[in-house]
């Protein structure tokens, strides 16, 4: 049920490639293959007149990761042992043999600059893992960090090299939510990849994109090449590769047209009453840049997670005070008196400083709150840019990652010395709220205490379930074992939410479950008053909600919450749904 519907991942005799849907709808077009890993790119062969050019981009890409090193150097400060390995990666950029193998790549076997650099790098950094001495060969991790930010500072390839239109298919082995980012805007038809999962961040934003995804395909690199015609069927977690006139019509029907119901997005009301007259309260999670006529939407909602860390994209290293402030204010003055609830940045210590290997696991390493407590500086710039965007509308910091009470302590600290110094300097300000994500188990267990200290928590129960179930979000092997219904997840959700009933504060549920027709009647059922989801699930769960009656989905929730796996949980309410409100059911086709 996590899974938009399930498959097992292989392929069928009749060439039908089998894997996970992850965001429902039809797509046919062109695969286009986009290949590396922190940043993607495409392999392609250039014309011996475009060498020239080529030679170019890649000069001012080596310029561009020069000066990205020096800095975010700076912005990590020295004694911290970072900026030791930054020198290395700017001695590695002046290396002229690599410099030089890397342009020959380019100009006598015409590969486009991101292959060349990717091939090049990767046979130093083979030589380097061959090395006896320790030190010697633990160089070939500094080596694949310039080569990541060398194709990084190309621009991944996407952009300037082939034209993804709306007509294209994204094959990948991963796909990284800020190279979906980047092709958005182009509109790709579909998306097929090995690995990922329903609460992966690329398919959170695959669904709010209204782009149909499938997962779990393994080996599709090798199965589908550039250019091939590819149907992807986001209802049932299929690809087809040259798809016969026969599947397309069968596929493209009125029938399948009328299922996208998921990218329209007109809108009810914010506050939507259960059968029995209980309101529950709708906001918006919001990770894109969109349109304005889109982000109107916001006036009447607000938002219940702003994930702040997708400035990081569109910046080499930390957003500056003032192009948050700027982001912030833009929202903020959006959603006018509604309130707006913006996460300090939750990301790893690899992606702020743009290096891979720093953790052995970056999921239970230093990141969100852990971070920021090791760069003060930063998380200041940012609860001043919160508190500036804050005058004259409802702010809240969310913190993520919070594990312990001292972690919020340290952030309201913070804001508590940030208002007093921009009082100092007389710049207009407003008071933010501030509240704890639960997502860490631990923090179930002290939700109180944090309630007592905030004013409000927010529950992400994509990395909670990732974290009480130790099953990671983004792998597909473990879709399985990544259970939103397991027992233990609810009755900690139960935990949470009768903690704010006890201290009459907001508890809002801003994970995916949030914005799932199956899972919302259960939410209400165990107390949840606030949801917050992707904009084109609110139309969904709007139709939702009066179908339900609190008292019914209170009593099923109970049921439930007693039951000892998450598979009978799901037998049970898919049985209850069907008997008092079927045409929920069907809302979560
Ligand atoms: C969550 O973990 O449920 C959440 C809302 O945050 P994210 O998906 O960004 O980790
Ligand atoms: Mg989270």
């Known amino acids: 049920m996590d899974s938009v519907s399930k498959g097992m991942a292989s392929e069928r005799s009749d060439g039908v490639l089998l894997g996970r849907s992850v965001s429902r709808g039809f797509g046919v077009g062109s695969a286009i293959c986009l290949y590396g890993d922190k940043r993607q790119y495409l392999k392609h062969r250039i014309s011996a007149s475009d060498s020239e050019s080529e030679l170019g981009r890649f000069a001012h890409a080596r310029q561009l990761a020069a000066e990205q090193l020096k800095e975010i150097a700076g912005q990590t400060g020295a004694g911290d042992g970072q900026t030791g390995i930054f020198e290395t990666h700017l001695l590695f950029l002046e290396d002229t043999s690599l410099i030089r193998r890397i342009e020959s790549g380019i100009v006598e076997q015409l590969m486009n600059a991101e292959w060349a650099v990717d091939s090049v790098i990767e046979a130093y950094a083979a030589k380097y893992r061959a090395l006896t001495n320790r030190h010697l060969r633990e160089k070939y991790v500094d080596l694949e960090d310039v080569g990541e930010r060398l194709i990084s500072t190309l621009g991944g390839g996407v952009k300037r090299n082939v034209r993804i239109t709306d007509d294209s298919v994204i094959i990948a082995s991963t796909l990284n939510p800020s190279t979906l980012m980047e092709i958005a805007a182009h ?206 509308h409802p702010v809240d910091a969310v913190i993520p990652m919070v594990a312990d009470i001292t972690e919020l302590r340290y952030a309201d600290e913070i804001i508590a010395e940030e208002k007093a110094c921009l009082e100092r300097e007389s710049v207009p300000f407003g008071e933010i709220g501030v509240g704890a994500m639960i997502e860490v188990p631990s923090a179930v267990f002290i939700a109180s205490e944090l309630l007592d200290l905030g004013n409000f928590v927010s529950v992400g129960t994509n990395d909670l379930v990732q974290y009480m179930l130790a099953a990671d979000r983004d792998n597909d092997a473990v879709a399985e074992n990544f259970r939103s219904l397991h027992p233990s997840v609810l009755r900690a959700l139960r935990l949470v939410l009768e903690a704010g009933k006890r201290r009459q504060k907001t508890v809002s549920i801003c994970g995916e479950m949030a914005g799932s027709a199956l899972y919302v009647p259960l939410l209400i059922g165990l107390g949840a008053r606030e949801l917050s989801m992707n904009l084109g699930s609110i139309k969904r769960i709007s139709e939702v909600i009066p179908l339900v009656s609190f008292k019914e989905a209170e009593e099923i929730s109970r049921t439930v919450a007693e039951l000892p796996t998450a598979i009978e949980i799901e037998e049970v309410l898919r049985r209850e749904y069907s008997l008092r409100w079927p045409d929920i059911l069907k809302l979560n086709l």
């Open 187 to 392: 509109h790709p038809a579909g998306i097929v990849t090995e690995h990922g999962g329903w609460t992966s961040h690329t398919f959170i934003l695959a669904r709010e994109l209204g782009i149909p995804a499938v997962t779990g395909v393994y080996g599709v690199l090798r199965k589908v090449g550039n250019g091939e015609r590819v149907a992807v069927d986001g209802y049932r977690g299929e690809v087809v590769i040259e798809p016969s006139a026969g599947v397309l019509a069968k596929v493209e029907g009125p029938d399948t047209k009328e299922k996208q119901r998921r990218v329209e997005h007109d809108l009810s009301m914010p506050v939507v009453e259960t059968s029995d007259g209980i309101g529950i309260r709708l906001r918006i999670n919001l990770d894109l840049s969109r349109p304005e006529s889109e982000l109107t939407a916001i006036g009447e909602y607000g938002v219940g997670l702003y994930r702040s860390e997708y400035l990081f994209q569109r910046h080499s290293g930390y957003p500056s005070e003032e192009e948050q402030y700027k982001r912030y204010r833009e929202i903020t003055e959006l959603a006018g008196k509604s309130r707006v609830r913006i996460r300090t940045f939750d990301i790893s210590i690899s992606e702020a400083t743009g290096r891979r290997n720093v953790e052995k696991n970056p999921a239970l390493g230093v990141r969100g709150i852990r971070l920021s407590m090791r760069n003060p500086g930063q998380f200041r710039s940012q609860v001043r840019a919160l508190l500036r965007a804050a005058d004259g």
